[in-house]
């Protein structure tokens, strides 16, 4: 598998992806998502992040199956990924991120992904890595509820380490809810700037 990784995507890239490790904070809709495609890109390990089980609600964004309903989104994802990448090295923590756990779980990172429902998890993310971790990059998700266009999802570099994926308008509402496709939009901008930085290109 390595080799085919090294002839589609070049063995100096391949080596600077399977050196690296990524921490994906929130295993939903952005989160699944972000760590199938860095799975799929040959990421040498990868931290997962969750404290939640697998709902019915989920499986229509969400990378899982009707039949992990009720597990552990950190199980159920690493039994995924483990079918499409069996070589990817995992680390997972079934728990609630808080201010008092946050540092400790992300220490190995080299970047860090911000996949959270939850406004107010991720102000708390996003302020403690900028103002505690400052030597590590940080992608995040604002924006990609309802049906508007595709092409309102983007990139954009907001400091030096800090990277913003998503419309940064559209919340989630009874008006407007979360669709797979364009949830996977904003997944798959996160994850190709998680790749681009280790990669060692830093615009957006």
Avoid: W
């Amino acid at each position: 598998m390595t080799r085919a990784l090294e002839e589609r995507q070049g063995v100096k890239l391949q080596e600077k992806f399977a050196s690296a490790v990524a921490a994906v904070c929130g295993l939903g809709g952005l989160g699944s998502n972000i760590a199938l495609s860095l799975a799929r890109a040959g990421i040498g390990k990868l931290i997962l992040i969750d404290f939640d089980q697998v709902d019915v609600s989920n499986l229509h964004r969400q990378q899982y199956k009707a039949s992990q309903v009720g597990a552990y989104k950190t199980e159920a994802l690493t039994a995924c990924l483990k079918e499409i990448a069996p070589y990817i090295e995992l680390e997972t923590h079934t728990v609630r991120m808080t201010e008092a756990n946050t540092v400790a779980l992300l220490k190995d990172a080299d970047v860090i992904c911000e996949a959270f429902d939850n406004a107010e998890c991720k102000a708390m993310l996003v302020n403690i890595v900028l103002e505690q971790m400052p030597s590590k990059y940080l992608v995040a998700a604002s924006g990609m509820a309802g049906i508007d266009s595709a092409n309102l999802i983007q990139t954009r570099k907001v400091m030096e380490r800090f990277y913003l994926c998503g419309d940064e308008v559209s919340e989630v509402s009874e008006a407007e809810s979360l669709l797979s496709s364009r949830v996977m939009l904003c997944a798959a901008h996160q994850a190709h700037m998680v790749l681009r930085i280790l990669a060692g290109e830093f615009e957006s």
